[in-house]
């Protein structure tokens, strides 16, 4: 058995290698991955009857040495109960950019991101991206990942699109915050370490100000401002407190953050909030909807940092991505129900371009895809017939006026087990 980041006790996954099965943290575990990696055998994860192939990795710089990670684009052939599955990448905006603005080096482990956004700013330029970083045009192109589609992977990967009701009341900041950094290594954008350049706001705490803060700008001198040269940007993911006027100009204020704020320019804050205009409305009218940010930022010469580019994005209390009223509605209901499922992210597709919000892994022998149809789509809505047959069944809520309806019953409940964040190193780079 094995506890997750959670403090959930789980059973771990098993695998087969080289005729043996395997606990992940077993005695003999890493000796066998270890050999398994020498003499290129690929264990096999035996959540299903047959086991699905996967292949060990060795991790450059990592003290972990080797991990067992699952074949890329090979999710959803697992059962829907492991750690190792994943919705087909069909069914979200994943299968746009799989292989394209994601790819993996099986031999190395590592991932390399194809960004549609700048790193770097010129001396003396001013770089304003439209819409705030973020416009619904992006959806006609999968080869490079936009401002959301990075924070929408980064998710994925940090396993934070998946949900079972031992979760509840254990998904903290800090939670949340270590995932996103354990999910950014071994991750290369514009040829370096994507986690050198991001910064994940710590919890607050008074007793530990001055050490934060001292970490903080050790950090931050990555993105310092030098006359004559390019200076270099760092991602931030934070949640936002809010977005006002400041007495010069405007500011963004991070939760964890009290002592210091983001300066944000005239036209990026008019801009944002036409942009993101559904995402304020959805953030202002409900009380437990976070609203996450990811932006690209440099530190100026008088040591202040100010954002680039951002993107916004609202969560429910469990940190579950959210796109409007609807699918909070939806995730509202599948948390009180206690069901267990993956929340489904765009990545660089527009809204409107129909994904599955959810899928549900507590069913037997299949994980349904649910999906929400707007009003007026009715004879374009997915259904049985357009599901992907043999891939998964479909479930649909349609906008116009219908109730809810009920969801797929899950298997029985002494069957039922959580999937743990303690097992994320099983899986693939691109899954998180």
């Known amino acids: ?40 055998q ?3 994860c035996m959540c299903l009857a ?23 684009d090979t999710g959803s052939h697992h059962a829907p109960d492991c750690p190792s599955y994943e919705p087909p990448a069909e069914f979200s905006g994943l299968g746009q950019v799989l292989g394209s603005a994601i ?50 992977y980064l998710w994925d990967q940090a396993e934070l699109t ?14 949340v915050r270590k995932h996103l950094l354990r999910a950014s290594e071994h991750k290369l954008a514009r040829g370096d370490p994507l986690r050198a350049r991001l910064y994940v706001p710590e919890p607050f705490s008074i007793d530990e100000r001055d050490a934060i803060n001292a970490r903080r700008l050790a950090q931050w001198q990555h993105a310092g401002a030098a006359p004559g040269r390019p200076q ?32 944000i320019d005239e036209q990026l804050y008019r801009r944002l909030g036409r942009r993101f205009e559904p995402e304020l409305a959805l953030w202002g009218a409900s009380d437990d909807i976070y609203m996450v940010m990811i932006a690209t930022f440099g530190v100026s010469s008088a040591g202040v940092p100010a954002i680039n580019e951002l993107c916004l994005m609202p969560v429910t209390r469990q940190w579950l991505p959210v796109e409007d009223g609807f699918e909070k509605q939806l995730l509202d209901r599948l948390v009180s129900e206690n069901r267990a499922f993956v929340k489904g992210l765009h990545y660089n597709l527009g809204r409107n371009n129909g994904i599955s919000s959810a899928a549900l892994t507590d069913c037997e022998r299949s994980a349904p895809m649910l999906f929400i149809v707007p009003a007026g789509l009715d004879e374009a809505s997915p259904g049985p017939e357009t599901g992907a047959p043999g891939v998964a069944p479909v479930w649909t809520w349609r906008r116009s006026g219908d109730p809810m309806p009920p969801f797929p019953p899950p298997r029985n409940r002494s069957q039922r087990t959580a999937p743990t964040h303690a097992q994320r190193t099983t899986r693939p780079a691109h899954a998180g």
């Open 1 to 40: 058995m094995e506890t997750s980041a959670h403090g959930i006790t789980v059973p771990s996954a098993i695998y087969e290698i080289g005729g043996r099965r395997f606990e992940i943290g077993s005695r003999r575990f890493g000796d066998a991955i270890a050999e398994a990696h020498a003499s290129h």
């Open 42 to 44: 690929r264990p096999r």
């Open 232 to 263: 270099h940007l760092m991602l931030l993911i934070g949640e936002v407190k809010e977005i006002v006027p400041a007495r010069y100009g405007f500011k963004a204020i991070v939760k964890h953050m009290p002592d210091q704020a983001f300066v």
């Open 50 to 72: 047959n086991g699905v192939e996967m292949y060990v990795a060795r991790l450059a710089g990592s003290d972990r040495g080797y991990i067992v990670k699952r074949m890329p």
């Open 103 to 152: 790819t993996e080096d099986p031999a190395t482990g590592e991932t390399t991101l194809r960004l549609d956004f700048p790193l770097a700013k010129m001396p003396g330029r001013s770089t304003m991206p439209p819409a705030g970083g973020e416009s619904d045009s992006v959806s006609s192109s999968g080869t490079k990942l936009s401002l959301r589609g990075l924070l929408h």
């Open 162 to 175: 998946r949900w079972h009701p031992g979760f509840a009341g254990k998904r903290t900041w800090a939670t």
